[in-house]
């Protein structure tokens, strides 16, 4: 194991994505995620890379859509005003198949809404951000640690299904410090027979597109790219249950708000009271199984969020209602405290499920 | 010590987040779980700033320090916005160089410090915070000079580190503080 | 012998344009310009979103399809992909090249970044059938500027060339037209100039071509043509703009 460093959780972002072997980054300054393009600024000249301001956040999403068509690992950062920019290059990554990632560190909205944490971009990481069907693989960190590892993973799942990956963190994951080990095992770039990187005379020549003028074709390239989707949703679901064995109480929580959770189950099992948690890591496709599994066993869930209830949704549809689901939550840039998770668990506790 | 937390504040520019990042650096380097979370935003340029720190033996749940063991306040406004957050039993370290008035909770232990006026009087004012650091430790009984020398090469980068010794020698002075 | 063929650079796809478009004489340079310097093979062309939005469906090298406007950042992306070998080409229109695409046009030209530009100035919105487009000229009618284009109401036509000519960054600005065998000809020679300083890595050359729309202008082909000479070229000159390497800037 390598030693430990003590990074931000945007600069593990960054270095974690130079270790995939990304040598292109675009970005356009706004807080709280401007540490990511920092670090690359240094870095990327030092490697060969690519590292250019955008004029907009619209220009570096495109720039992004132009070295994933020419078969590179390449990525953008900004946070929820810029995002809703980058909204029309998402769908058009999607429409084209393209591998990348995009690191969303959210701040409170709408509008220019303020720069402190939030989660409140749930509904738009999940359900697509721009226009059309489309997903991206969402992956919600909850540490430093898993700031690195999941961008790393976010490249290999983006190139393995030909997908965005979003890292969806907020203004305190990027923000704060932590010990992180960067000895990450990466797995090389799958071949890319589609990019478009000239014929060199050899074959015919690539188009990279999202236009499908005919609806069958259209259609048949939609129900294709959902087949796809259903193999992620298969395949690559990720989630943690904490303390979730014996659980009459199960809070559902992402990112700082699982953070701030397991602070108060662990007090709130100090006096008895038997709660766990589930914390999806990816949202999209968000953990069903464990959900579904979790509601023939509690009485209640919660769902701690930084948003007016964006996954309590999924929490709702993952149960089918059959157990009732609490929302928890702070927002605006504020983050609920223990104290506030810890007296919704015990009034939870004394209600027995009856909301 | 299982988990400790504490919560540094005081006017942008004292060197708030550095005291910080130089506890959580100590921390790593004894094997210790640690986290930092600054405050960001504009309130950094001049205005009030501050840090969370938590150093324990198991992992750090929620970054956010809102209930600090150890305050450390480096001006009145960090004083007035904390003092009640301090855990009962918990530190208050405070400059009382810039602090005018003394610590009203009578559950804690109040620790003035003049870190300014010490720091002004040996030549080195831009390191009050590291006096304050001195002390805590000192009065933590954590002052081991081999793990805080550790921290600070850690802290410093090696292109600062003509900085190591002064940094060394504002801490012993805080450390050597009799109050 | 062979007195005229198709160049290699074009596929076999018919094209869709209107009778009398300009479009397909533009393609066809552009085709043999890259067949004449032989980058065929690591050529990777951009595709606007307006007439020649299936301009990918034409041309024989690797295509790219962007987002309205979004061409030059996605070039801009390609280009540094592999700037070592990487020949790259957007062919836009008015309304995606100057209108939603106005920044990504202007940044890529102060970045001097490492691209060719054909602009196809034809003053109107093609594809959606005839919208006042950011070229139209004062008193233009259009499906949207009814009554002739008030420039008290909805401003004044953009000069590209012009406009781009007071930036420090690009490197070679020409505005010509293909309404004769003359201009075509003189058209070439400037998109053939505009790919070499690309090899060349001399940097942001943009060709403007002023175009003919028979089909939303209402005329036949040959009055569009005459159009060209009667009404675009004294609102836009012809002419190089710059040519930071001929000592031409402004």
């Known amino acids: 194991m390598a030693d430990k460093v003590l990074m931000k959780g945007n600069e593990a972002i960054a270095e974690a994505a130079i270790i995939a072997g990304c040598r292109h980054y675009f970005g356009y300054p706004i807080t709280p995620q401007t540490e990511v393009a920092a670090y690359m ?151 890319k027979p589609w990019a478009t990187t000239g014929t060199g005379m050899k074959r015919a020549h690539n188009i990279v597109n999202s236009l499908s003028l005919d609806p069958e074709e259209l259609e048949r390239l939609n129900l294709a790219r959902y087949e796809r989707y259903a193999e992620v949703e298969a395949n690559e679901t990720m989630y943690e ?73 999924d929490v709702r549809l993952a149960t089918e209602c059959r157990v009732p689901v609490t929302l928890v939550n702070r927002v605006g840039g504020m983050i609920p405290s223990p104290d506030q998770v810890l007296e919704a668990i015990r009034k939870a506790s004394k209600n027995g499920g009856n909301d | 010590m299982s988990t400790r937390q504490f919560l540094f504040s005081g006017f942008g520019g004292q060197g708030i987040l550095f005291a910080g990042k130089f506890l959580a650096y100590k921390g790593l380097t004894e094997d210790k779980q640690v986290s930092w979370l600054p405050s960001y935003g504009p309130e950094m340029r001049g205005g009030t700033a501050s840090c969370s720190v938590i150093l324990s033996d198991e992992p750090v749940g929620s970054p956010i320090v809102s209930k600090p063991d150890v305050l450390v306040a480096m001006n009145l406004p960090s004083l007035d916005k904390f003092e009640d957050a301090v855990a009962p039993g918990g530190m208050i370290f405070y400059d009382s160089t810039l602090i005018g008035r003394s610590v009203r909770r009578t559950d804690v232990t109040a620790v003035p410090v003049p870190a300014t006026a010490i720091a002004g009087d040996n030549g080195i004012p831009t390191l009050a915070n590291m006096i304050l650091i001195g002390k805590i430790l000192k009065e933590l009984n954590d002052f081991d000079a081999a793990s805080v020398d550790a921290a600070l090469k850690k802290v410093i980068s090696a292109k600062h580190a003509d900085m190591l010794e002064v940094n060394y020698k504002a801490m012993k002075l805080g450390a050597d503080y009799e109050g | 012998m062979v007195v005229f063929d198709k160049p290699h650079a074009l596929t076999d796809v018919p094209m869709h344009y209107c009778p009398g478009c300009t479009h397909g004489i533009i393609h066809r340079l552009v085709a043999e310009v890259i067949d004449e310097l032989g980058i065929e093979g690591r050529t990777i062309g951009i595709a606007p979103v307006g007439c020649s939005v299936l301009a990918y469906n034409y041309f024989n090298c690797d295509m790219i399809e962007a987002a309205h406007g979004r061409a030059p950042a996605v070039a801009t992306g390609v280009k540094r992909a592999d700037p070592a070998n990487h020949v790259v080409f957007t062919y836009q229109g008015d309304g995606d090249l100057a209108s939603i695409g106005m920044a990504e ?55 590209v060339c012009e406009m781009l000519s007071e930036l420090e960054g690009p490197e070679y600005l020409e505005r010509v037209t293909v309404n004769s065998v003359k201009a075509v000809k003189n058209a070439k020679r400037a998109i053939k100039k505009a790919f070499q300083n690309q090899l060349d890595g001399k940097g942001f050359s943009l060709i403007e071509v002023l175009s003919a729309c028979p089909t939303n202008w209402g005329m036949t082909p040959q009055a569009a043509l005459k159009w060209i000479d009667d009404k675009m070229i004294p609102y836009y000159p012809l002419g190089v703009y710059k040519d930071r390497s001929e000592g031409i800037v402004k």
């Not at chain 1, 900004?78 to 969303?104: F, H, Q, R, T």
């Not at chain 1, 709660?275 to 496709?285: A, M, N």
């Not at chain 3, 919105?125 to 000229?137: F, K």
Request: a neutral charge; aromatic letters at 6%; proline letters at 6%.
């Open chain 1, 41 to 191: 600024a240094k870095k990327m000249p030092k490697i060969g890379g690519t590292f250019l301001q955008a004029e907009s956040e619209i220009a570096a999403i495109n720039m992004v859509y132009g070295v994933a068509s020419a078969g590179c690992r390449v990525m953008t950062s900004s946070s929820s005003p810029g995002i809703s920019l980058k909204g029309e290059g998402l769908s058009y990554l999607a429409g084209s198949d393209l591998p990348a990632l995009v690191v969303n560190v959210q701040r409170g909205g709408p509008g220019l809404g303020g720069i402190q944490p939030s989660q409140s971009d749930y509904f738009q990481a999940t359900r697509g951000g721009g226009h059309g069907d489309y997903h991206m693989i969402v992956l919600a960190p909850a540490s430093v640690q898993e700031m690195a590892e999941l961008t790393v993973k976010g490249f290999e799942l983006a190139d393995k299904y030909r997908m965005t990956s979003m890292i969806l963190a907020d203004g305190t994951m990027g923000q704060m410090m932590e010990p992180v080990a960067l000895d990450l095992a990466v797995a090389p770039a799958p071949a």
């Open chain 1, 241 to 313: 249950e904490y303390r979730m064995e014996d659980a009459e109480i199960c809070v559902a929580a992402f990112g700082i708000a699982a953070r701030v959770s397991k602070n108060a189950i662990n007090e709130a099992r100090k006096e008895g009271i038997k709660v766990g948690l589930i914390r999806p890591i990816t949202l999209w496709p968000f953990p069903k199984a464990p959900f579904k599994k979790a509601a023939g066993q509690v009485k209640q869930f919660l769902s701690v969020e930084l948003s007016m209830g964006q996954m309590i949704e």
């Open chain 3, 105 to 159: 046009t202007v940044h890529a030209a102060a970045r001097n970044e490492n691209i060719t530009i054909i602009f196809i100035n034809n003053a109107i919105y093609g594809m959606t059938g005839g919208q006042m487009a950011p070229t139209s000229l004062p008193g233009q009618v259009t499906q949207t500027s009814p009554y002739g284009r008030d420039p008290k109401l909805c401003g004044y036509p953009i000069k």
